[in-house]
């Protein structure tokens, strides 16, 4: 299938609603610049998790060789919406094989998922967990290894999919090391990702750099105080989690305090339903002092630059417009199986 196949299905699907096709040309003139820098990477757009495992497992075979230490990073992306379709995993749960609920899945943040939707997210997780257990067996000797995950699925909790959230459906993953210094137990320790670093560069007796926040997991209990969030165009969403409770607010970027805020006692109420900021008054406070502190922090250590991520004056369709029009003629590699996979042929 040709890249103009491919337009001329979209214009079919989307041109007649659309007046002179505009919003149509915007879009495509950003994929083809995505998929163009991609390209000049020497990535592959249309890879998946089969493929990273077999190029991660030649990179440590010649690593391996070379007898030097080394660091690999493979990172799995099947387990994401759209998700993909392994018949193998769904005949295991005994599912449908119709893929309607792949391009075009029923979620109404705030109420409960479809089983056929759950189901299909589980595929991908059981097809990500067999490239992992077929990586660990095949590499050579015994590293240290780490598993986790940067964010989990909404599945319409509070949220579609996975758009940017601080709710304990996209901010809980699991993280498990396997390394000779570690002893074979659980830990019900509240940890974050900025602890990974710090812990295995503990792991290999390197130096940590004072600039590091994170703490070696192995040092972490539930008294410890970690916090989470991020930036984008709607201002800063952060959460103070300090077990079993979470503080969470929203403030937009200009405001020197919380538009929003919200407290919850993660563990009896794991779905965080019920506020409790007015029924744990001094809870609330205290990690609101602390919220206030870390951001201030943050603000003072941000890099500044010639204007602001977010601008909202930068004008998408002049960008399009002046962007390179050499793209390629043709899609990638696999592209038709892929395509006939999520039900478009």
């Known amino acids: 299938m040709k890249l103009k196949d491919i337009n001329r299905f979209i214009r079919q699907q989307v041109g007649p609603t659309i007046p002179n096709g505009r919003i149509y040309d915007i879009l495509k003139a950003g994929y083809d610049s995505i998929l163009k820098y991609i390209e000049s990477t020497g990535a592959n757009a249309n890879s998946n998790d089969e493929a990273v495992v077999d190029q991660a497992l030649n990179w440590i ?11 690999a990073w493979v990172h799995l992306m099947d387990a994401h919406h759209p998700y993909g379709y392994f018949p193998e995993h ?10 309607e609920h792949i391009r075009m899945p029923s979620v109404d943040p705030g109420n409960p998922p479809s089983e056929i939707l759950v189901d299909a997210y589980d595929t991908n997780i059981r097809n ?3 490239h992992v257990g ?39 993953i699991p993280l498990v090391v ?50 989470l969030g991020f930036e984008n165009s709607e201002g800063i969403s952060t959460a103070v989690i300090h077990c079993p409770w979470k503080y969470m607010c929203q403030q937009d970027l200009l405001t020197t305090s919380p538009e929003t805020e919200l407290l919850f006692d993660f563990i009896s109420d794991p779905v965080e339903s019920q506020n409790e900021i007015e029924t744990a008054e001094g809870v609330y406070q205290k990690l609101q002092d602390k919220y206030q502190n870390y951001i201030n922090e943050i603000k003072g250590n941000r890099l500044e630059a010639e204007r602001d991520l977010w601008d909202p004056s930068k004008d998408l369709s002049k960008t399009v417009q002046e962007s390179d029009n050499d793209v390629p003629s043709e899609t990638p590699e696999g592209i038709d199986q892929r395509l006939e996979d999520l039900g478009y042929k």
């Open 134 to 172: 077929r990586l660990l067996r095949e590499v050579e000797g015994d590293p240290t290894v780490v598993l986790t995950a940067d964010h989990g699925e909404e599945l319409g909790l509070h949220n579609r999919f996975h758009k940017e959230s601080v709710y304990q459906s996209m901010a809980h």
């Open 90 to 99: 769904r005949h295991a749960l005994n599912i449908p094989t119709d893929r």
């Open 61 to 71: 075979a010649e690593a391996n060789d070379s007898d030097k230490p080394y660091f």
């Open 128 to 130: 990500a967990d067999a």
């Open 178 to 227: 396997d390394a000779p210094q570690f002893d074979a137990s659980e830990s019900d320790a509240t940890v974050s990702l900025i602890d990974v670093p710090t812990t295995i560069a503990r792991l290999a007796d390197a130096n940590v750099p004072e600039s590091w926040d994170g703490t070696d997991v192995r040092d972490r209990t539930n008294e410890n105080t970690v916090f």
